[in-house]
Every structure is written in C-alpha cells, then in structure tokens.
C-alpha cells in the first residue's frame, strides 16, 4: 500500500458511497477527517479541520449545493475540490465550471480514476502554492522597489507601475488616466533611446525632477508575450551634488592660482624691498666701517657711529615690519583677542571706518588653527567693508551656544542683491568658506540693497591644538 499524508474531506449526502470512498481512500494511506451530508455541516468540519482537499457531490442536503458550497471554499478556505457527481449536463457543468474545480468525476467511477484525479489534484494545489508564494514576493518587490519600475507589453502601453514610479512623477493616489499621462514622458523618453537615458519632468506644484531610466526586454515565455521592463531612479539631487563638487573644484583651482599669484607677488615685494633697503643699509654700513678701519677716519667718530646706530634702529625695525607681514607675532604672542583689537585699530585709522567690537567669547574657546583661520575671516570681511561697502559703522559681536560661537561682521553700507552676486567665483568667499570648513565651521552672508551686509561665522569651540 501506497504512504500518502493527504487529508481529505467527503461531502456526500449518500452515506453508503461517502463510506465506500472512505475505505478506498484510507486504503491507499489518505486521512478522511469526516463525512459531510450537507453543506452547513462541511462548513462546521472546516471550522476545526483543515484538510488538503475536498471531495464533494454537487448535490447535498440542505439549503447549499455543492458548487455554492465549492464557490464558497474557495474563496474563504483556499481548498481544492473535486467533484464527484451523477450529472454531466452542460448546464450543470458550467456553473461547476466557475468555481474553478480541480477535477470533475462522473459516478460511478473506479477506484484508480479517483486515485489518479486526487494525486492531480494535491499536485496541482502544490504547484499553485508555490506560484502564489512567488507572485507575492515579486509582488512585494515590485511594489516595495525603492526605484521606479514599470512593465510594458509589446506596443510599449503600461501594464503596470509600481508605487514609487507614481511618487516619482507626483502622480500618488490619482486616477490611472492621470498617472498614465504622467508616464508618458519617461516612456517616450525610453523609445527614444535603448540605452540609459536621463529624461527631466515637471510635477505638480512646476517641482523639476531628473530621472534616469534603463530599460530590460523580458523575453517570451511559451504562455507569455514579451514585455519591457523600465527602471527609473531620481538623480536630481545626485546631478546637483555632482555639479556643486564642480563648481568646487573649480573655485579651488581658481582660489589656488589667485594665491599662487599673491604668493609670487608678495615674494617680489619683499625681495625688493629687502634689496632696495636692508640691502642699501648693509652696504652703507660696510663703507662705514672699512672707512673707520682704514685708519684715515677722524678721532672723534661719535657722530658717525650714532648714526650708524641709527640706521641699524631703522634695519631692526624693518625686519620686524617683514615679519610681522608674513606671520602675526601679535596672535602668537598676545593670544586672538588682542591680535583682533590690533588689527580693528589699524582697519579704523587707516579706512576712518568706526568699528564697535564686542567679543567676549574668550581665548580659552580658540584651538591656535581656528584662532588664525578666524582672524583671516574677518580681515577679509572688513577688507570687503572698505572696498565696496561704503559704511560708517561695523559691528563686530560674538556669542556662544553650547560647544559653538557665532562671530558676526555687520556694516551699515549699501549692501547689494545676493541674486546679482556669483558667489562661486568670488575668490574672497570662496577663501572665507574653505577656511571655515577646514575647521566644520561655515560661513554665511546676507545682504540687501541700502540694508549693509551681514558675515555671519560659526565654529565649533575647541578646535585646533
């Protein structure tokens, strides 16, 4: 005898063939779980049993048939049902027909064609459960697909898109007309070129979006036309991350060359006046001092030598001037604020700009590399006031917020329109900006016409040695 491990269910209101097909069932290894005469009693049975298949008469006791009760099953249970019945009419046949049975057995039968219909039957209910479980996974990917996905037939109209594909082009919760309309730009866009391509929409509310779609052709199954499955991923913001890293490479080669060339500059500078005046001194002094070695000076020298004395002041204080030119002694001595205090005394008397300062953020805030990059930030800001701000009055305030400060640099001049300024190649900001981020500051300005402009810097306390 067969081993099978099939549970079935018998409706069968003749109880004699309910159980001659009981044995013949049991006796190739099946498990009958009960015998329904009626259809509300197989209805109770499903309620504690869960059998693999149902056979079943069509016609039962009570107020439901077989094929109410099939269609029922069905829908509520998900259970196979073969029918065991005397009527093979067309009429009969068509109403069975629409419950979608798993086979039709006309009595009497034998016992093989039975066997047979049941082993069919519990196959079949396998291989469909296997299709279900891999429809609802591609349904769940399909539909769950962080990218756009839509499926083509043939002639390239839209079976189907998924959920993302409608949030891409701002088409969610819409008529499918309206999605389908919405649609439309991408899959012209995918004709039109086999290849990748990158196709920009405007969604409701004029929102501009870049979308880059692929295509793949899924090829013809012996059930199955061929489709076209499209792909669409968002780059909008990865294009403009790609253009802002761009523009900053090129505002850094810019930036780069600018101090290249004001390194050279300044490299001329001071070889000339090195040679133009500590050169001269030294060589004025030379003579001096091969003239009194020789001999032929005069006895009383004093007046010389004070004023080579003099000259050597002039020299020391030369040198000093270049040093403090190329490195800020006063910040490495004195520490940020009274370096700050400095330079606003020199800005005042040189530009006649009144400068209010009020910084109370203290040095112990200041790491040595913030200290100088912040300094050189508000050089430059006040540099900016002199050339183009035409103010009476800067004021300079700085305030800490928890392990931050913001340093502010506002002037009362004419301002312009941030519209009309290409911050990008203005190498004075870019300067500003690069300073401040190699420390996780930022560096932000504001500014409308007659309205002064305001360089707002904030930094993290405590960076730097």
């Known amino acids: 005898m067969d081993e ?28 009958v779980d009960g015998i329904a005469k009626s259809g509300e009693e197989a209805i109770r049975i499903l309620e ?19 094929i109410e009760l099939a269609e029922r099953i069905r829908h509520e249970h998900q259970i196979p049902v073969i029918f065991l019945t005397a ?27 039975l066997i047979n219909s049941i082993e069919i039957a519990l196959y079949r209910r396998k291989l469909n459960a296997a299709l279900q479980t891999s429809e609802a996974r591609f349904r769940g990917l399909f539909e769950n697909a962080v990218i756009g996905l839509v499926l083509l037939d043939h002639a390239g109209h839209i079976i ?11 088409q969610r ?40 779609i692929s295509s793949a052709k899924i090829p013809q199954a012996p059930n199955s036309p ?81 004023e ?7 020299m020391i204080g030369f040198v000093k001037r270049v040093c403090s030119e190329l490195r800020d002694s006063v910040l490495d001595d004195f520490g940020f604020d009274v370096a700050l205090n400095e330079h606003v005394k020199q800005f005042t008397e040189r530009v006649g700009v009144r400068v209010d300062l009020e910084a109370s953020c203290g040095d112990d805030a200041l790491g040595h590399d913030l200290a100088v990059s912040l300094l050189r930030i508000i050089q430059e800001a006040l540099t900016n006031v002199a050339r183009h701000a ?12 928890r392990a931050r400060m913001i340093w502010t640099v506002e002037d009362d001049g004419v301002g312009f329109d941030m519209a009309q300024i290409d911050v990008g190649s203005s190498l004075g900001i870019i300067g500003m900006n690069e300073r401040a981020a190699s420390w996780g500051g930022s560096v932000d300005i504001a500014s409308e016409p007659g309205r002064g402009t305001i360089v707002r810097v904030e930094a993290p306390t405590g960076v730097g040695p």
């Open 226 to 306: 061929p489709y076209t499955a499209l792909f669409v991923e968002d780059v909008t913001e990865l294009r403009r991350y790609e253009q802002d890293l761009q523009d900053r490479q090129r505002a850094l080669r810019a930036l780069f060359f600018n101090e290249e060339t004001i390194r050279e500059r300044e490299r001329t500078r001071l070889s000339r006046d090195i040679h133009d005046v500590l050169g001269q001194m030294l060589t004025a002094h030379k003579m001096d001092l091969h003239w009194i070695k020789s001999g032929h000076a005069e006895e009383d020298n004093a007046p010389r030598v004070d």
């Open 87 to 113: 009527y093979s009419d067309d009429a009969t046949l068509e109403r069975a027909k629409i419950t979608e049975p798993f086979g039709y057995i006309i009595k009497p039968f034998e016992t093989r064609e």
């Open 173 to 212: 919760g819409t008529s499918t007309e309206a999605a389908r309309e919405a649609l439309r730009p991408v899959i012209e866009a995918a004709h039109a070129r086999r290849e990748r391509v990158e196709q920009s929409i405007t969604r409701p509310g004029r929102d501009r979006r870049l979308l880059q």
């Open 160 to 170: 189907e898109a998924n959920r993302t594909m409608l949030e891409l082009v701002g």
């Open 390 to 401: 035409g103010a009476s009055v800067v004021k300079i305030r700085c305030v800490r917020r």
């Open 4 to 31: 099978h491990h099939g549970h079935i269910l018998v409706a069968e209101d003749e109880l004699i063939v309910a159980h001659s097909i009981q044995m013949r069932l049991e006796h190739h290894g099946y498990v």
């Open 308 to 314: 080579m004395l003099e000259h050597i002041d002039g």
């Open 48 to 66: 504690s049993a869960r059998p693999d298949l149902i056979l079943m008469d069509i016609r039962l006791s009570g107020e439901i048939d077989g």
